[in-house]
């Protein structure tokens, strides 16, 4: 099982960014992806997961209304549109995949991890 982020990127404040995480391994097409974040000095946070239908996104409270997760059913593929860019988002972005239908916020829930890709918004 690999996980591939790619996207990450310099921007400036205001600005946007799309990543995308590629999972390889066909047999997880009907579980739950998420991204989380770290940033330097920080704990690990939740930025958003969607189920497998790409419905039933969550977000955490720091990225909500301005971050859109997405993914077409049942593809192993998930997005995450970020727009209004802050430089509190600064940071690592990883992917993850959980082996359940419904998405969490919890990073301990996830079982496979991306490399992740990083983000610097600058001001």
């Known amino acids: 099982v690999q996980l591939q982020a790619f996207g990450g990127g310099q921007v400036q404040t205001g600005g946007f960014l799309r990543l995308s995480c590629t999972l390889t391994?066909?047999?997880?097409?009907?579980?739950?992806m998420g991204w989380f974040r770290q940033a330097p000095g920080k704990e690990r946070e939740f930025v958003a997961a969607?189920?497998?239908?790409?419905?039933?996104?969550i977000y955490g409270d720091g990225v909500r209304g301005r971050f859109t997760i997405s993914r077409d059913s049942g593809e192993n593929t998930v997005h995450l549109q970020m727009n209004s860019l802050d430089p509190e988002d600064t940071a690592v972005y990883y992917c993850?995949?959980?082996?359940?239908?419904?998405?969490?916020?919890?990073?301990?829930?996830?079982?496979?991890w991306g490399q992740g890709t990083l983000v610097t918004v600058s001001s």
């Open positions: 391994a066909r047999t997880f097409s009907t579980y739950a």
């Open positions: 993850a995949v959980v082996r359940t239908t419904v998405p969490t916020a919890h990073a301990s829930n996830y079982d496979y």
């Open positions: 969607i189920r497998y239908t790409g419905r039933t996104p």
